[in-house]
Nanobody, 124 residues
Framework: QLQLVESGGGLVQPGGSLRLSCVASRFSFDYYTIGWFRQAPGKEREGVSCISSSSDRTGYADSAAGRFTISRDNAKNTVYLQMNRLKPEDTGVYYC?????????????????WGQGTQVTVSS
């Protein structure tokens, strides 16, 4: 059974940084677009960023552009999300997910496998 495991969340002050990691196993990682999503308390899950299988395309939600950077290391089956200048509104559970096919960052229905999530809390 394929697996995606997120790590790197935590409590950080506004303006701080975190790097999330998503380690994949039991599937051909380098064939798939991987996305990062977040779910804030009381809100729907939303797309934050995604990266194509070969890293030639990346996308960011407006709220993340200019502050977050997505990258991947196919040799390590890992996708990263570097988050800088964090804001309280970035608080939520962050999930990585595998897109079923093709490329695109925001349609949750196109993602077929999800990790368990990692909590990010931005607060002073």
């Amino acid at each position: 059974q394929l697996q995606l495991v997120e790590s790197g969340g935590g409590l950080v002050q506004p303006g701080g940084s975190l790097r999330l990691s998503c380690v994949a196993s039991r599937f051909s990682f380098d064939y798939y677009t991987i996305g990062w999503f977040r779910q804030a308390p009381g809100k729907e899950r939303e797309g934050v960023s995604c990266i194509s299988s070969s890293s030639d395309r990346t996308g960011y939600a407006d709220s993340a552009a200019g502050r977050f950077t997505i990258s991947r290391d196919n040799a390590k089956n890992t996708v990263y999300l570097q988050m800088n200048r964090l804001k309280p509104e970035d608080t939520g559970v962050y999930y990585c997910a595998r897109r079923r096919t093709g490329y695109g960052c925001y349609d949750l229905r196109e993602y077929d496998s999800w990790g368990q999530g990692t909590q990010v809390t931005v607060s002073s």
